[in-house]
């Protein structure tokens, strides 16, 4: 055998691999694509009904980091219609990054309230995800404001995840527009000061670690109390939910409100089903959609008046901190390096 | 026969070593480098004001906790994979043969699996310390609890556990096929067994530490998911900050590039450390004889012997077990959604090996040795350019990725007219990442096994007439089927598990195992993807076994 043979006989059998791995997705006639850092399982049942209602097929890609990467490299190709995803700092770096466009809908204008949407049409908000304490029962404790989680009488009690997840950068970047980088830097220390463990984990750990013994508070989000509270009875779920209660701190200066992040979605720049997309997102704020919203995920509905699931009802009604979200995404890199100067997950 | 003896005329030059594969690998080296300098070129684009933020508050601490992981690590897989692999050759105890294959066994979890699998079950109210306060009469773990796992020393043990594997596979080969004779030699000349292992077994086997510490050393690096997990800042984890939180993909560029430079520094140090020794045998392959045990020294081999196994393996699969059990009733609703994920697994999975092992095959016979000198080898520095997709995190490769995928599709578009994105609308881009991530494994398992096979034989082939294609076909590729089979089942493994860049790469409605898994994980109800998790593992056992079968028969 000669060596040009021999090595096209790999080359060959390669190729043809190769081709066998290659082909094209077949273009169905009404379909939309959505590229989401939302977990299938989560968006999943508002897409099964938007295409009962609407007929239109959506293809989902679910993309953890490099959303945005993607996106703009795939260029004027990218078969994206809506990309999805939470954190107010994640949507507007989509925007940023110029892989967004403007969309134009009565619908959208009239269900999501001003500050929750790019004034140019560029981004939308789906839902609201307030940030609050966790408390174990044993403890009594009826209001609380975020500055109080630096205060030493609960050291070794407080219990939260990585100080550089985006959940905890948007609120530190709420606490450095209300009350300036140089008292949040301070309160970071004395957060950090009062952690019973490593800054790490999730943040249903922080319901489990008060089961645990670990820590008596500890910050989260408040749609994982529904998830945990609702879960089967004797599930270790349940019982994590129910070893804890909830309280919707405020901050000491500005207003009566409780930190809230979002998560939402934009019609991509190339978007080949534009239409669909506008429909979709129009869907995604319908009464039953947002019923989904509220009673499957928790979270709380962008749209007014829609019945909530009553784990979250006995919260109370959720006031919203003034500061308008987008605020949170200028400061959140400033948050995320004062995070690292303090050591906080060290 | 060394070649240097021989007339001028007769030695093996260029043209001979076959200048198709030297092709062949330059054009696999330069692939691995594209994604590479994609990353390079995003890194341009930064200015360098990050790195005084970095010097002053992260890479002290980073530096120390990867330094730390990795000497623990690195300390760890070598004493269970090297201690392992020894008991199991020079020992005869029951259980010993069944121990051969099982030890094997942690490779089919996870990292990330048996990070939160141990979280659970050595949390203050998981079934460990629940059953230790039980004994001791404590009510509550507010009373009594252990330390928590969250730290660099719970990363170590659960990174160590599972990772050894690469070592003691790559160990057991040594000393079953190469060592035998020379171990009997120390034995007539009256060394004892801890002193043959210590005087010539260890310094035999460097090479096979060298080879799976490194692989292992490199996922520790790279992991991702159970550091982050467990609340340890590595370096990798300030790639991951800098990148999402903070938005500046350009400045990760800057710090993933020069973690691999100091990584290809140390990985040369070491080749550096043992360029004068040579390995290569010319004896028969003849496996040592080992020596029955009795009693209580019986009873400790077996203890010994299965303790990696029960920690790396059955305590976690035990946990999967008991929680894909509690959700029983949920299985019947997702085995369609199972099915799909587990046929898609294993097509991509199976694809990428088959790639990856023969560009592996191409890179490794051109930079084989044909001559006992050390010189300046170009296919050599092709294999250690294609080994670089192992050493950057999954989904800095798959980063580096897109831009020339998406480059290609577009010309592809162009060329041919088509619609969408080929290689990024179908399994194509997957197939490439994987191979450009796993081509270290093969290159290296292929490399040593060439390196077992003594020069002469192709000299004695090439005298003969016989090409160098044709020496590779008709007397290498026989010898070198183990070392192949081996490098296969270690792609096949990896590549169904790999979760980074197949959460990036993957074409719209595509699930893996790992990519469904990891959906459920998200959420923070890690528990809720045990039934995708044991299919991991599961699967990833038919693989383990067979490799056993196959590697470790291989003198029997």
């Known amino acids: ?346 | 026969m060394h070649t240097d003896t021989l007339p001028r005329s007769w030695r093996l030059r260029g043209p001979e070593r076959g200048a198709g594969w030297l092709a062949g690998a330059a054009l696999i080296a330069l692939a691995v480098l594209l994604p590479l300098g994609a990353l390079a070129w995003q890194a341009l684009h930064a200015d360098l004001s990050h790195w005084s933020h970095l010097a002053r508050y992260v890479l002290p601490q980073a530096l120390s906790n990867t330094a730390m992981l990795l000497a623990g690590v690195g300390i760890l897989v070598t004493l269970l994979g090297t201690g392992a692999a020894w008991l199991v050759t020079a020992y005869e105890f029951p259980s010993r043969r069944i121990l051969t294959w099982a030890l094997l066994l942690p490779l089919a979890v996870p990292t990330y699996i048996i990070a939160f699998a141990y979280l659970d079950l050595l949390h203050p109210i998981g079934p460990i310390q629940t059953a230790i306060r039980t004994l001791l009469g404590y009510d509550s773990p507010r009373e009594f609890r252990l330390p928590d796992l969250r730290s660099i020393y719970g990363a170590i043990f659960v990174l160590g556990f599972v990772l050894y594997p690469y070592v003691y596979l790559s160990t057991r080969v040594m000393f079953m096929s190469q060592a035998a004779s020379l171990l009997e030699a120390a034995r007539t000349l009256g060394a004892g067994r801890v002193g043959v292992f210590v005087r010539v077994a260890l310094p035999l086997a460097r090479p096979a530490i060298a080879v799976g510490a490194s692989l292992a050393l490199l996922e520790t690096l790279n992991d991702i998911g159970a550091s982050e997990f467990l609340g340890v800042q590595t370096l990798t984890v300030s790639v991951y900050t800098t990148w999402i939180t903070r938005s500046d993909l350009a400045s990760a560029a800057q710090i993933a590039l020069t973690m691999l430079l100091i990584v290809v520094g140390l990985i040369l140090l070491e080749r550096h450390g043992r360029k004068r020794q040579r390995y290569a045998n010319t004896q028969r392959m003849r496996p040592m004889q080992p020596r029955r045990l009795r009693g209580m020294a019986a009873l400790l081999a077996v203890v010994l012997g299965w303790i990696p196994v029960l920690v790396g393996f059955v305590a976690p699969a035990w946990y999967l077990v008991v929680e894909t059990t509690k959700r029983l009733h949920l299985v019947g609703g997702v085995s369609q959604q199972l099915l799909n994920g587990l046929s898609n697994t294993l097509i991509v999975a199976f694809t990428a090996t088959a790639v990856t092992l023969g560009c592996g095959l191409v890179v490794a016979w051109a930079g084989r040795s044909l001559r006992e000198s050390a010189r300046f080898n170009p296919g050599r520095a092709c294999a250690r350019i294609a080994s670089l997709g192992y050493a950057v995190p999954g989904t800095v490769l798959a980063i580096g990725l897109l831009m020339p995928f998406t480059w290609i599709d577009r010309q592809l578009g162009t060329v041919f007219g088509t619609q969408g994105l080929l290689l990024m609308g179908s399994m194509g881009a997957l197939v490439c990442a994987y191979t450009m991530r796993f081509l270290a494994v093969s290159v290296g398992g292929i490399e040593a096994g060439l390196a077992r096979i003594p020069p002469s034989l192709e000299q004695a082939s090439r005298l003969l007439g016989e090409s160098a294609s044709g020496t590779l076909r008709r007397v290498h590729l026989p010898l070198l089927r183990p070392a192949l089979a081996a490098g296969a089942l270690l792609v096949f493994v990896d590549a169904m598990k790999e979760l980074p860049a197949t959460l990036l790469l993957r074409p719209l409605n595509f699930e893996t195992l790992a990519t469904w898994l990891y959906a459920e994980a998200a959420r923070g109800t890690y528990e809720e993807g045990a039934v995708a998790a044991l299919a991991i593992v599961v699967a990833g056992l038919l693989p383990v076994i067979l490799l056993a079968r196959t590697n470790l028969k291989m003198g029997h």
């Open chain 1, 1 to 346: 055998m000669s060596i040009r043979r021999s090595l096209l006989t790999p080359l060959c059998s390669a190729l043809a691999l190769a081709g066998a791995v290659l082909s094209a997705p077949a273009l169905a006639a009404e379909e939309v694509s959505l590229y989401t850092t939302r977990e299938p399982k989560l968006i999943q049942p508002m897409l099964d009904a938007f295409t009962k209602e609407s007929g239109i097929k959506v293809n989902t890609v679910f993309i953890k980091d490099g959303l945005l990467e993607r996106v703009k490299a795939e260029g004027a190709q990218s078969p994206a219609d809506v990309l999805m995803t939470v954190d107010i700092g994640n949507l507007i770096d989509l925007v940023d990054g110029g892989i967004t466009q403007a969309v134009q809908s009565d619908t959208l204008n009239s269900v999501i309230p001003a500050n929750l949407r790019g004034a140019d049409g560029k981004w939308y908000s789906l839902s609201l995800r307030d940030r609050v304490l966790y408390v174990t029962n044993d403890v009594k404790l009826d209001s609380f404001n975020y500055e109080d989680l630096a205060d030493p009488k609960w050291k070794n009690k407080v219990c939260i995840r990585s100080g550089q997840h985006p959940y905890n950068t948007a609120l530190v970047a709420a606490m450095i527009a209300h009350d300036g980088a140089e008292t949040t830097e301070k309160w970071l220390r004395g957060v950090k000061a009062n952690l019973a463990r490593k800054a790490a984990g999730g943040d249903r750990d922080v319901a489990r670690d008060i089961l645990g013994g670990i820590c008596d508070i500890g910050i989260a989000n408040a749609y994982y109390v529904g998830h945990m509270k609702n879960a089967e009875p004797g599930t270790d779920a349940r019982k994590w939910g129910d070893a804890i209660k909830v309280v919707r701190p405020t901050f000491k200066n500005g207003g009566s409100g409780t930190h809230v992040n979002i998560s939402g979605a934009a019609v991509a720049a190339h978007a080949p089903h534009k239409d669909n997309a506008i429909k979709l997102l129009e869907f995604l704020v319908s009464e039953p959609a947002q019923a989904l919203y509220a009673r499957a995920n928790y979270e709380y509905p962008i749209r007014k008046g829609v019945k909530l699931d009553p784990v979250v009802a006995s919260f109370g009604e959720l006031k919203v901190d003034s500061l308008p979200v987008a605020e949170i995404a200028k400061y959140r890199k400033q948050a995320s390096e004062l995070v690292d100067k303090v050591g906080f997950d060290n």
